[in-house]
């Protein structure tokens, strides 16, 4: 009996990751439990640091795009356009209003590419094994789309400031309108595997809730926040590029848990083949590249084969870059799939920015994860890391 | 609410915290003093005319020999509510390199403020966790300061460099560099 007395509880550290499959990426959490509670959650981050703000302050303008396909490389060609986008409003630069279908069209198919990524995985973390198949069938086709727009399926590097690289084949449309077609029915598909599987349910109704207030408090963006009911979209509230000529619904949840923030998802995926469609079917003639501001957009590619001027201009804007840039700071956010991206460029009106920060969505729900996870259960910690849908390339920049 | 309105309650509120205003690309930006910044903050998180409910960014500046003092610290504020936006750019001293945390305002800016401290070494007041976040935790310096340079400290060689070419030389004993030549 005296032997019981010495007998203590007390809590366990366990570390979770760097190279755990469900942390999509090298996320660690040191998680100090009780039991199976979750007492106390501290994540690290860093093991990504690549130091792009500090590489962007050493490069032109138009050198810097290819990093920016590598802060979320599952959605680059978003991130491209973000930064593209400060960069024009820095220069007061507009765009053809085919580039800005053009983009806004690509930015969509990207939204689509990553949810079906998030979905895929985020199901597979729970136990739902078939979805993942089911998903990458239909971001296969995304994929071979965009190496078929721009040669690569990644990291694209497609749009430029001022416009897009080059301009989109009739080839490219069709496939991609039929693509529009079909897949609200693949939509339906996933749904009919996991918004009524018992184990789904079970495993994502109540789970890692966070109220609006809080949701905001904590800096949550995208469907993160959506999914507590908080109204705010870039998209709306900032439009850029085509987003204010075009007619699509931000779906809004309303608990704020694991199933809301899927919700959300779902139905962005169905919005997102929407936008594309109409920008298809509304897509302008005329140029991909704007003439106004030549002293800092590139020349069109058949005057750089046949014009000594504009092949001159080209080879300096590639190499040196813009000169002389207008003095100032500017903060321009984008929509991407994980929240709200955004970029803040200070400068000091030479050819390179003075500061570039990236402020990035990523980042800032990794640090609510601890709100998310604590008090709960260790088998939830992988849905919550699912549903703020996380990249740490983008998180550790 | 038209940015002008913001600057003018805030002047009345707070006499002579606001150095000078701005406005480039129809974005307005405010310059301020450090030292009420958080009384500053709540005003504006909690009075409903401002709303400034979500803080969109927070990063450092290192104005090395463009301005003085030498470091901003920019807070990019938005209102769900009103829509509307504003810039704080808060002035920072370069010997000492301190302001008040507004972590317990938007405990989103916990994480941005560790950032800039890992990157900049400008410390918050009463910050709950201040520990470098991306670097690690021995790292020496502060590399996004205009004075860090790109190719590590005062183009050094990287310390390491040593130990390998020494290893290597250890390798051609046995020879195993002939091998790779066949």
């Known amino acids: ?66 990093l920016m396909d590598r802060l979320d490389y599952i959605s680059s060609m978003t991130n491209d356009v973000g930064y593209c986008l400060a960069v024009e409003r820095l220069f007061d630069i507009g765009l053809p209003l085919r580039a800005k279908y053009i983009r806004t069209m690509v930015s969509e198919m990207s939204r689509i590419s990553s949810h079906l990524l998030w979905l895929a995985t985020h199901a597979l973390d729970i136990g739902a094994m078939t979805v993942f198949l089911y998903a990458f069938r239909e971001r296969e086709r995304i994929l071979e789309l965009f190496e078929q727009l721009c040669g690569a399926r990644l990291t694209v590097t497609y749009p430029r400031i001022g416009g897009v690289r080059n301009d989109v084949s009739q080839e490219f449309i069709d496939t991609l309108y039929q693509f529009t077609e079909e897949f609200p029915d693949k939509i339906k598909e ?208 | 609410m038209e940015p002008s309105q913001i600057v003018k309650i805030l002047d009345g509120g707070f006499a002579g915290e606001v150095i000078a205003t701005s406005e480039f690309r129809g974005q307005p930006g405010i310059t301020l003093k450090k030292d009420r910044l958080l009384d500053i903050a709540r005003c504006l998180h909690d009075t409903p005319e401002f709303k400034f409910d979500l803080l969109r960014d927070l990063c450092g500046v290192d104005y090395k020999k463009m301005k003085k003092p030498r470091f901003e610290v920019v807070y990019n504020l938005y209102s769900i509510t009103h829509r509307h936006t504003i810039r704080l750019n808060v002035q920072v001293d370069e010997k000492q390199p301190s302001l008040p945390s507004v972590a317990g305002v938007w405990k989103t800016a916990d994480w941005h403020e560790r950032e800039c401290f890992d990157m900049y070494g400008i410390t918050f007041d009463g910050h709950p966790d201040l520990r470098r976040i991306l670097m690690p935790e021995d790292w020496e310096g502060y590399p996004l300061r205009k004075d860090y340079p790109m190719a590590g400290p005062d183009d050094e060689e990287w310390a390491g460099f040593k130990e390998v070419l020494k290893k290597a030389e250890e390798f051609k004993k046995f020879g195993w560099h002939l091998n790779e030549r066949k």
């Open chain 1, 190 to 397: 996933y749904e009919t595997l996991i918004n009524v599987n018992r184990i789904w349910l079970k495993r994502t109704i109540g789970i890692g809730i966070i109220s609006a207030e809080e949701a905001v408090n904590y800096g949550l963006t995208g469907a993160a926040l959506r999914g507590s009911g908080v109204d705010y979209d870039v998209r709306k509230h900032f439009p850029y590029d085509a987003y204010s000529l075009v007619k699509f619904d931000v779906p809004i949840g309303k608990n704020g848990d694991v199933y809301d923030r899927y919700l959300c998802r779902m139905e962005e995926m169905r919005q997102s083949n929407s936008i594309i469609k109409q920008c298809i079917e509304a897509l302008p003639t005329g140029p991909i590249m704007t003439s106004d501001s030549p002293k800092f957009t590139l020349p069109p590619k058949d005057k750089v084969l046949n014009n000594m001027e504009s092949l001159i201009h080209h080879f300096t804007l590639i190499t040196k870059g813009p000169m002389t840039a207008p003095a100032g700071e500017v903060y321009v956010a984008t929509e991407v799939p994980k929240g709200e991206l955004g970029f803040y460029i200070v400068s000091d009106g030479t050819g390179r920015p003075y500061r570039m920060r990236i402020r990035s969505p990523s980042f800032i729900h990794v640090a609510a994860l601890p709100r998310l996870c604590e008090g709960g259960f260790i088998a939830d910690v992988v849905a919550n890391i699912g549903s703020i849908d996380v990249v740490l390339g983008e998180c550790d920049r």
């Open chain 1, 1 to 66: 009996m005296d032997e019981t007395k010495e007998l203590k509880t007390r809590e366990m550290v366990i570390n979770m990751g760097p190279q755990h499959p469900s942390t999509h990426g090298v996320l660690r959490l040191r998680l100090e439990v009780s039991g199976e509670t979750i007492v106390k959650c501290t994540p690290y981050v860093g093991y990504l640091h690549r130091g792009t703000e500090k590489l962007a302050e050493s490069m032109t303008y138009l050198q810097s795009i290819p």
